[in-house]
């Protein structure tokens, strides 16, 4: 099979449950009612017995015999994307509170969500809201407030803004995207922003809309614009059966070959609802967040930045990201100002005889089978000789010189503070 045949073959597996019941049963009828060409006997084997064991995301598909090309194909994009988000920071101090960030969110989640987290180091988004008003949508977007601020009106504080963002982190090419709990195609000139991007962060930014249907014209453009200066990875997020149809017709083999479908609705395989945002009201959800980012959040209309961070501490963060620290930014110097105070205040290595302690709210400590954990929802974090009594201390104390009053069995002043310090580059203790 081609890679774009396969793909297609992939896409409707996930996406339509009436698609694998039928080439469970009748392979070949199946594939011909989607126009899609080739042999059916190997790949049904492998999909009964895939179906039987619950791999309904069809994880090693491209691993069977006549899938080499989807397997190239695979490969590739998982190279590109890897080195998409190799960042090699050139402060020191952000990239180890980042770090810091990413340790933390991987004591919360399964491993592969937090393989799958990109933790991008800044991200604006263009419009207040969004439009699509999606009932799982984790990050409780409110309804797309209708004065979007012109391109020509926000250039010179945009470009401004993102240079200096990219200059702060210190990245020579800077992925960051225009986007978040926002609908990129909901600004009408998203397209220049875009291009605006590129030339600044050297470039394109990544492109993920739920608004793909809303004007094929402007969709095709806008990949051919994305594609033709380098970045041919971009996602549709299609929120219901009847788009995921829509999208097939619409849209060739060939066409989406690069783009990734994000499939959110029930009937759709591997496609889970996290309780967070407007998820905490739906049923069938599990714990988790889709946050993204490690680094700074900007809302241009709303003149406003965030220093944030994703978790899973939903009752305290219930759109599954922290926000550390938040300002209003009406000219360059309020984003100097800010990036000052973040550097001064947050983005400490290590720490000292004054720093505040305290251990996460996720964090509980438990027993189980004569040794000690912290647990929460998904991590089971086991504790060394004398670790259990400086996290029972934890609670008496204020800061570290607090606590190195205290005898902790077992451990010298410098052990404990030696471990204070790796708990705090792995985001045990609270930041
Ligand atoms: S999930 Fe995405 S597209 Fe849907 S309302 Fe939220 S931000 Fe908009």
Known sequence: MKAEESKRFHDLWRGDADFRQR???????????WSMPGEASALHAFCVEQNKQGNLQLAGLDEQPGQQAYRAHNKE??????????????????SSWRLRQISRFRTQVPDDWAD???????????????????????????????????????????????????????????????????????????????AAAADIWGMVPQTTTAAWFRDEGRTRRLMKLTEGRGMP???????????FQQCLKTYSPQDLL??????????????????????RQMDNTIQGSVACV???????????????????????WPKGYR???????????????????????????????RSPLLLRSDLQLQQDNNRWFLMNTYRRIPLRPGEKSIIEHLAKVKTVDDLLEYDIPGLSANQVF?????WWANGILED
Request: charged share 20%; aromatic share 12%; proline share 6%.
């Open 233 to 243: 990875y971009n996602r549709f997020s299609v929120n219901s059966k009847k788009r």
């Open 77 to 94: 994009k998982r190279v590109w994307l890897k080195n998409l988000y190799a960042y090699e920071f050139g402060d020191h101090a952000f």
């Open 418 to 422: 030696n471990r204070l310090n790796t």
């Open 23 to 33: 080439f469970l049963e009748q392979p070949e009828a199946a594939l011909q009612q």
């Open 258 to 279: 690069h783009t990734q479908l994000v499939l959110n609705y029930p009937e759709a395989a591997g496609a889970p609802l996290y309780a967070s945002g407007r998820g």
């Open 294 to 316: 490690s680094g700074f959040l900007v809302n241009l209309p709303l003149r406003r930045i965030q220093l944030v961070s994703p978790t899973l501490e939903l009752e305290r």
């Open 116 to 194: 799958r987290n990109p933790h991008i180091p800044f991200v604006v988004e263009l419009t207040n809201g969004c439009s699509l008003s999606c009932p799982f949508c984790a990050g409780a977007a409110k309804s797309l407030d209708p004065s979007i601020p012109a391109f020509t009106a926000t250039q010179s504080f945009f470009e401004g803004l993102i240079s200096r963002l990219q200059q702060k982190v210190g990245l020579q090419q800077a992925p960051g995207v225009l986007y978040f709990f926002t609908e990129p195609l909901d600004h009408p000139e998203y397209e220049q922003y875009l």
């Open 323 to 353: 926000i550390l620290e938040e300002a209003s930014i009406a000219n360059l110097k309020d984003v100097e100002l800010f990036l000052q105070h973040c550097h001064e205040t947050r983005f400490n290595s290590v720490l000292h005889g």
